[in-house]
């Protein structure tokens, strides 16, 4: 691709095909590491003209940031984020200092602040601070530096109190590696019967995570080994949801380890994907759904676990399916090779005999038995697999209930009436004039004392966001909306009759709708 033999500048080409390909909606033809290596290539066999074209087509999509759906716009954060990684975290950063004016809830601020964490993920803090050393005023978009947040902690002279004894015994008992059968005994012996549940699942699951919290390797470990700890002290739903905010206090300043937590107890069964839809539906994490990706990514990652597991079972039925026929065609020819072997005759002493040599007829009569007993077994898993197909698809169908029940109950509570907002751009025009107004107003007043000019910086168009935060958060929640529903039409629309009767009513806001059956590519006069 580099060098081409054609008469003209080709890199802005490559470039538009590259983005068009990796921004495609439902899905990009590659994985999306592809492109960033693809791009990565590039930039190195041609450094004196891809880059540019690049940072020209990054610039663009940020002016319109506010505008890509929102699996665009995450597409682009953790394509950006890996490619600064490859080259020293270098950007002019500066251009985009101006997005701290902006209210923490525009799209361009967000978009920045999501670059940085993702860049830390990568790298880490210091790095990635010293790589903002021309805009240092970023440096408020950065993640916290901190790690855990461990309440039983004796650090900055915290007072000792009852529950810091009971986490450093429960601590001891770790160490000494005594069994999960043993902790379960004693939390339930001394714990419960004095502190209650409450300081009981406090207690365990920080001491756990933070026996755990040195490296994914012991976070694994713990789990591995005091999971049957958890599944016991949790075993509903609103428990799993309780349990996922004490994980989430715990882990309040590193969002990754929040997920991976959280995705490993999902993979251990210690939690289901309905408590996980539970916890990000809590007032802790609605009120940050158009600020941060974070609740997004738990439920991105729950949501697509149990479609992946779905995906996995129908290929090892087609499989199961093909090793029943196979078994069923070799059972069927070692019981002809059988019956053809016993209605020969054959001369034993001088008499006519039916069947042969009776050393093959046993090998035959075993054989034979054999494969029926293979056919069997492969019947059973067969069986075994498709039980598990259908016990996936009703947790699915409940899944999606419950999501789409929780998107419409949170949606419904602050969408403005539908007389009011009933499209997209009535909803973003509400907060508009009266911005405008006083936008006007406050830049009739700042004006440059030599060219009569305003102050503000205008770099990369205005730095002024004129949608108010009640209706960004509407527009990123709809978003995000109409992102499940596209990524998981096909799954959907299995349960689709269901979720009309129940979720899809006729009382659902107008917006909400429009979302979902955009997503499912679904006219809404079909409906």
């Given at each position: 691709?580099?060098?081409?033999?054609?008469?003209?500048?080709?890199?802005?080409?490559?470039?538009?095909?590259?983005?068009?390909?990796?921004l495609l909606?439902?899905?990009?033809?590659?994985k999306?590491?592809y492109?960033?290596l693809?791009?990565?290539?590039l930039c190195k066999?041609?450094p004196?003209?891809?880059?540019?074209?690049?940072?020209?087509?990054?610039?663009?999509l940020?002016?319109?940031?506010?505008?890509?759906?929102v699996?665009c716009?995450?597409?682009?954060?953790?394509?950006?984020?890996h490619?600064?990684?490859?080259?020293q975290?270098?950007?002019?950063?500066?251009?985009?200092?101006?997005?701290?004016?902006?209210?923490?809830?525009?799209?361009?601020?967000?978009?920045?602040?999501?670059?940085?964490e993702?860049?830390?993920?990568?790298?880490?803090?210091?790095?990635v601070?010293?790589?903002i050393?021309?805009?240092?005023?970023l440096e408020?978009?950065?993640p916290?530096?901190?790690?855990?947040?461990?309440?039983?902690s004796?650090?900055?002279?915290?007072e000792?109190?009852?529950?810091?004894?009971?986490?450093?015994?429960?601590?001891?008992?770790?160490?000494?590696r005594?069994?999960?059968?043993?902790?379960i005994?004693?939390?339930?012996?001394s714990?419960?019967?004095?502190?209650?549940?409450?300081?009981?699942?406090?207690?365990?699951?920080?001491t756990l995570?933070d026996?755990g919290s040195?490296?994914?390797?012991h976070?694994?470990?713990?789990?591995?080994?005091?999971?049957?700890?958890?599944s016991r002290l949790?075993?509903?739903?609103?428990?799993q949801?309780?349990?996922?905010?004490?994980?989430?206090?715990?882990?309040k300043?590193?969002?990754?380890?929040t997920?991976?937590?959280?995705?490993?107890?999902?993979?251990y069964?210690?939690?289901?994907?309905?408590?996980?839809?539970?916890w990000?539906?809590?007032?802790?994490?609605?009120?940050?759904?158009?600020?941060?990706?974070h609740?997004?990514?738990?439920?991105?990652n729950?949501?697509?676990?149990?479609?992946?597991?779905?995906?996995?079972?129908?290929?090892?039925?087609?499989?199961?399916?093909k090793?029943v026929?196979?078994?069923?065609?070799?059972?069927?020819k070692?019981?002809?090779e059988?019956?053809?072997a016993?209605?020969?005759?054959?001369?034993?002493?001088?008499?006519?005999v039916?069947?042969?040599?009776?050393a093959?007829?046993?090998?035959?009569?075993?054989?034979?038995?054999k494969?029926?007993?293979?056919?069997?077994?492969?019947r059973?898993t067969?069986?075994a697999?498709?039980a598990?197909?259908?016990r996936?698809l009703?947790?699915?169908q409940?899944?999606?209930?419950?999501l789409?029940?929780?998107?419409s109950n949170?949606?419904?509570?602050?969408?403005?009436?539908?007389?009011?907002?009933?499209?997209?751009?009535?909803?973003k025009?509400?907060n508009?004039?009266?911005?405008?107004?006083?936008?006007?107003e406050?830049?009739?007043?700042e004006?440059?004392?030599?060219?009569?000019k305003?102050n503000?910086?205008?770099?990369?168009?205005?730095n002024?966001?004129?949608?108010?935060?009640?209706e960004?958060?509407?527009l990123?929640?709809?978003?995000?909306?109409?992102?499940?529903s596209?990524?998981y039409?096909?799954?959907?629309?299995?349960?689709?009759?269901?979720l009309?009767?129940?979720?899809?009513t006729?009382?659902?806001?107008?917006?909400?709708?429009?979302?979902?059956?955009?997503?499912l590519r679904?006219?809404?006069?079909?409906s």
């Open positions: 691709m580099a060098g081409l033999p054609v008469p003209f500048r080709y890199e802005y080409l490559m470039a538009e095909t590259i983005f068009s390909q990796l909606l439902p899905h990009p033809p590659f999306p590491t492109y960033t693809v791009i990565m290539d066999a041609l004196g003209a891809f880059p540019a074209v690049v940072a020209g087509a990054v610039r663009a940020f002016e319109k940031i506010a505008d890509l759906d699996e716009r995450t597409r682009l954060v953790l394509w950006f984020s490619h600064l990684s490859n080259f975290f270098i950007w002019p950063w500066e251009e985009w200092v101006h997005v701290l004016d902006l209210p923490k809830w525009a799209p361009q601020r967000v978009f920045v602040q999501q670059v940085l993702r860049e830390v993920r990568l790298s880490y803090w210091e790095k601070k010293q790589g050393e021309n805009a240092p005023a408020e978009l950065l916290p530096k901190g790690g855990s947040n461990f309440r039983y004796l650090e900055d002279g915290k000792k109190t009852e529950q810091h004894a009971l986490s450093a015994d429960l601590s001891k008992k770790v160490k000494e005594e069994s999960a059968r043993e902790i005994s004693w939390i339930e012996e714990i419960f019967p004095v502190h209650g549940f409450e300081i009981a699942l406090q207690v365990v699951t920080q995570l026996i040195k490296s994914f390797t976070l694994i470990t713990v789990l591995e080994r005091y999971g049957q700890v958890i949790c075993p509903d739903q609103d428990k949801a309780m349990l996922l905010s004490e994980l989430g206090s715990y882990w300043n590193n969002a990754q380890m997920a991976v937590a959280i995705d490993r107890m999902m993979g069964r210690l939690i289901s994907n309905l408590a996980i839809v539970k990000v539906f809590s007032p802790e994490n609605i009120e940050k759904f158009h600020t941060t990706d609740p997004w990514e738990v439920l991105r729950a949501v697509s676990k149990t479609y992946n597991r779905i995906c996995d079972l129908r290929k090892e039925i087609t499989s199961a399916k090793a026929l196979l078994a069923e065609e070799a059972a069927k070692a019981s002809e059988l019956e053809l016993e209605s020969k005759l054959t001369l034993v002493d001088g008499e006519p039916v069947g042969e040599n009776p093959r007829m046993r090998r035959l009569k075993s054989n034979a038995e494969k029926k007993e293979d056919e069997v077994s492969a059973e067969l069986e697999k498709e598990l197909l259908a996936a009703d947790e699915n409940a899944l999606f209930l419950a789409y029940k929780s998107f949170v949606l419904m509570e602050r969408l403005p009436e539908a007389t009011k907002a009933g499209t997209l751009h009535e909803l025009s509400i508009a004039e009266s911005m405008a107004v006083d936008i006007e406050e830049s009739a007043m004006v440059d004392n030599e060219n009569g305003s503000k910086s205008q770099t990369n168009g205005s002024l966001y004129n949608i108010g935060e009640k960004q958060w509407c990123s929640t709809l978003g995000y909306v109409k992102a499940f596209r990524q039409a096909s799954e959907i629309w299995l349960n689709i009759e269901k009309n009767a129940e979720v899809f006729d009382d659902m806001h107008p917006l909400i709708r429009r979302a979902v059956y955009s997503g679904w006219s809404i006069s079909e």
